[in-house]
């Protein structure tokens, strides 16, 4: 496996103002890395880092008062370097590349009807089961396994509610 990424050098006050500009999860998304990775790099320098119920109080025009830098203390870095990382490239060997060549090619493309409307009832059923689930956290909806319906997650950035979707109702 070979990540491909590259990155940037942050000096302390650089990141002190990105991390208060902005929240942290925002961020390490924008950066492909995880919230306690980019944490981690904030505690290495020694940034305060805006308390939980932060920008909720900012969203609400709440006056919320930012702590000052503290001063690089001995032995502290003056920087941390950041990678951004791009995408994670999977060698899967000559077996799977010949197979995937011509997966663009029109008569290997696979064709969806508009409506589901006649669908079979394995998947009217997951589609109700969908429609009436909730999201978590992360966006995924929070389904419930149904013998007689397929068992598959869906979430927001797939398109939300799977009946706006991907399933014309």
């Not at 103002?17 to 990775?37: C, M, N, Q, Y």
């Not at 990678?83 to 060698?91: G, H, N, R, T, Y």
């Not at 589901?116 to 997951?126: C, E, G, S």
């Not at 969908?130 to 398109?159: C, F, M, P, T």
Request: with cysteine; hydrophobic share 35%.
């Amino acid at each position: 496996m070979n990540i491909e990424s590259s990155g940037k050098r942050f000096a302390q006050e650089d990141l002190y103002e990105l991390v208060w500009s902005k929240p942290i999860r925002t961020i390490a998304k924008e950066f492909g890395i995880s919230d306690v990775a980019l944490a981690k790099k904030c505690r290495k320098l020694g940034i305060p880092r805006p308390p939980v119920g932060y920008w909720q109080k900012i969203a609400f025009g709440q006056k919320v008062r930012r702590p000052f830098l503290p001063k690089t203390q001995p032995g502290q870095p003056e920087s941390v370097w950041i990678p951004f990382v791009s995408k994670i490239l999977i060698d899967l060997g000559p077996e799977v590349a010949r197979r995937t060549a011509n997966l663009d090619l029109p008569e290997n493309q696979i064709h969806v009807r508009d409506s589901l409307r006649d669908a079979h009832p394995l998947i009217r059923l997951t589609r109700d089961l969908l429609n009436n689930s909730r999201h978590d956290d992360y966006g995924a909806q929070l389904g419930r396994w149904h013998e007689g319906s397929l068992n598959i997650r869906v979430s927001k950035a797939s398109g939300g509610a799977p009946c706006s979707s991907w399933m014309h109702c």
